[in-house]
């Protein structure tokens, strides 16, 4: 009997324990869509997605441009999105998230813009090299070109082709660019929804331009502001440019024809004489006449070679030292019949001379006076002689510094520049040209010598660098000279006549200034990347 109580106990516990249920394991959430990534139109449109789920999903939030027919849903949907006109000039890309539980699945939109041309502008070859010019043309979205015509008729140029950044970009050759120059074309493009883009366009050899009226009168490059101004006469005016910026920040305008112009370092005023009339005008920079200096009328200086009748009373050049003393050329014209004279701001504008030969040098063969870079001495070259002078405001002395060539022959294309940034002076004679060292003596001659602007690079850093501008008789070109290595690596076509060109101190802009003589004056920038070389 126990026996058959136990086997009984020992089924119930069986059976009871072969009655325990299992329990459910969790089902893992599923989400999938068949879109990935999408490009549109510019135009409204749509598109639709298929959701595949096990679990409710929702759609995250959306840009202002981008709207969805649901939000939310359960399980398998189809869900509608509708995509407002890009205005933009630009591609918009938006990532749309639906999620479902701790599961994500993500939709990348790009919605192109409507065909436009960003830029088109040159890039010069290098004629050292046989490099032929080009021009790029730079889109907002990939293209294909349907034709690129030349309506330039003074040259005829082969134009071929090729893609760049993803089809947005169009670079062609065209071999009658020129550093400065603007030429016109009609292009025609296509987009990848069939839009056709055609127009006339201009690509300029240059990053910015400004026009302007008139005839150069004088220049003056303020490094210290990093501005450059211009005088013009006929239309009268005064232009300050910014020389990175490249805009024109203030015009002055003159009811007189203007005759010359200057910046005193000394107390960072303008000074302006008009056309004969025996005057300094001395102006802020914003153009207001605080004080008007009459000229003097000097009696008794000889005129050892019968140039400077008197009264010399009339300013045609003048520059000053940080000290206040200045050199003033006046002559009893408005002509280039003009000697020095000194000038002392630092004492009520006096005016007088010595007898030191520099004085009597005629301003038409000297060209220009210029500053040291710290605006500590006054230097000035002239025609007929080898070498430079370099005034000591304290001694009123001239020290006469020589160039390459102490037997040189007198030539027009004799003339210096002096670097911003330290003691260096650029130094032109008819045969040679080169790098001195006013201090020390030092002396770096430099490759070829047919020059007729220069001015230092400022971006080389312990390497002499200057650009170049030589107006030949075939062909005007900007060549980039490096002095301390002795060649020339880079040469590029020109198109113009310039009259002046000016780097920027931190090296990233050059500026030139060019005229056609009959009243159009153009002022260019480049940028310093182009003048670079290995």
């Given amino acids: ?37 999408t490009t549109l139109a510019p135009s409204d449109t749509a598109f639709s997605v298929n959701v595949t789920s096990n679990a409710n999903w929702e759609v995250l939030s ?62 010069p070859g290098n004629s050292l090299n046989k490099t032929i010019d080009s021009i790029r043309l730079e889109f907002n979205q990939p293209v294909t070109m349907t034709f690129i015509r030349s309506t330039y008729n003074l040259c005829l140029s082969d134009i071929q082709y090729t893609y760049k950044d ?23 493009a296509r987009s990848q929804f069939n839009e056709t883009l055609t127009e006339n366009i201009k690509a300029g050899f240059y990053s910015k331009r400004i026009n302007l009226e008139g005839f150069p009168v004088s220049d003056f490059a303020d490094y210290k502001e990093n501005s450059y101004w211009l005088l013009l006469k006929n239309p009268h005016a005064l232009y300050k440019i910014d020389m990175s910026s490249f805009e024109v920040l203030q015009k002055i305008p003159f009811a007189r024809e203007p005759r010359m112009f200057t910046i005193s370092p000394y107390n960072n005023k303008l000074y302006l004489a008009y056309t004969l009339v025996p005057e300094l005008h001395i102006m802020s920079k914003e153009g207001a006449i ?90 000035l070259a002239y025609f007929k002689y080898n070498y430079f002078s370099e005034l000591d405001p304290a001694t009123l002395k001239f020290r006469q510094v020589y160039g390459y060539n ?9 003339f210096i520049v002096p670097s911003p940034k330290q003691d260096q002076v650029y130094f032109n004679q008819t045969d040679v040209h080169g790098i001195l060292n006013a201090q020390s003596g030092d002396r770096i001659p430099a490759p070829s010598s047919a020059v007729s602007l220069f001015d230092f690079s400022n971006s080389n850093g ?73």
């Avoid at 649901?70 to 630009?90: A, C, H, I, L």
């Avoid at 070109?477 to 000016?502: C, M, W």
Wanted: glycine share 8%; charged share 20%; aromatic share 12%.
């Fill in 62 to 123: 959306l840009p202002g441009w981008l709207a969805v027919d649901q939000k939310t849903g359960s399980g398998n949907g189809r869900v509608t999105f509708k995509v407002n006109e890009n205005k933009d000039d630009s591609i918009r890309i938006f990532v749309v998230t639906i999620r479902a539980k701790d599961v994500s699945r993500q939709i990348r939109i790009d919605q192109m813009p409507y065909l436009k041309l960003k830029r088109a502008i040159g890039v």
């Fill in 166 to 188: 993803s089809n947005s970009t169009v670079q062609f050759s065209y071999a009658c660019g020129g550093m400065g120059g603007e030429y016109p074309f009609t292009i025609s």
């Fill in 462 to 534: 312990s390497k002499v660098v200057g650009y170049t501008y030589t107006n030949g008789y075939n062909v005007s070109s900007f060549e980039v000279v490096d002095i301390t290595g002795n060649k020339v690596p880079l040469r590029f076509d020109a198109q113009g006549l310039y009259y002046s060109l000016h780097n920027t101190l931190d090296g990233k802009y050059t500026l030139a200034v060019s005229t056609n003589g009959n009243g159009a004056v153009t002022v260019v920038q480049f940028p310093d990347q182009w003048f670079k070389f290995e």
């Fill in 1 to 37: 009997m126990k026996q058959f109580f136990a086997n009984c106990i020992v089924v119930v516990i069986f059976i009871v324990a072969c009655g325990k249920e299992k329990p459910l394991q969790a089902v893992a959430t599923a989400l999938k869509i068949d879109l990935g990534k």
């Fill in 406 to 414: 102490r037997n040189s022959p007198i030539g027009d294309r004799y």
């Fill in 290 to 379: 605080e004080k008007v200096i009459p000229i003097p009328t000097v009696t008794g200086r000889p005129d050892y070679y019968g140039l400077y009748p008197p009264p010399e009373i009339h300013p045609l050049h003048l520059r000053f030292t940080k000290s206040g003393i200045g050199l003033i050329a006046l002559g009893a014209r408005s002509t280039e019949e003009a000697r020095l004279w000194f000038i002392d701001a630092a004492d009520n504008h006096r005016i007088w001379y010595n007898d030191e030969p520099e004085m009597n040098f005629n301003i038409f063969g000297m060209k220009k006076i210029h500053t040291s870079y710290d605006n500590d001495k006054l230097l």
